[in-house]
């Protein structure tokens, strides 16, 4: 079984920064790509950020040129560094990971409130 932990989310001012992490423990081969999603009140989940095995990372228009989508296979760990945050930014971010032999696993989700 394999499960995905987050961290990192919190209150924050506008224009401040955070960083979430996403850790995965369990019997875990191969990692294709690792996602942040995020869900804001009443609106649909929406892509954040992809990163793929081979470094390859794309950024929904939203968020491109504030956030970065970085992964570290060792650990297994996929981060989300989020600088200039934007009151829109609120939102339960979910990370997501899809790894070989199992298909996608999901986060429980970390809460990121930008707010003065």
């Known amino acids: 079984q394999v499960q995905l932990v987050e961290s990192g989310g919190g209150l924050v001012q506008p224009g401040g920064s955070l960083r979430l992490s996403c850790a995965a423990s369990?019997?875990?081969?191969?990692?294709?790509?690792m996602d942040w999603y995020r869900q804001a009140p009443e609106k649909q989940r929406e892509l954040v950020a992809t990163?793929?095995?081979?470094?390859?990372?794309n950024y929904a228009d939203s968020v491109k040129g504030r956030f970065t989508i970085s992964r570290d296979n060792a650990k297994n760990t996929v981060y989300l560094q989020m600088n200039s945050l934007k009151p829109e930014d609120t939102a339960v971010y979910y990370c997501?990971?899809?790894?070989?032999?199992?298909?996608?696993?999901w986060g429980q989700g970390t809460q990121v409130t930008v707010s003065s």
């Open positions: 369990g019997s875990i081969g191969r990692i294709y790509t």
């Open positions: 990163i793929t095995s081979g470094l390859r990372t």
């Open positions: 997501c990971m899809t790894i070989v032999g199992l298909g996608e696993a």
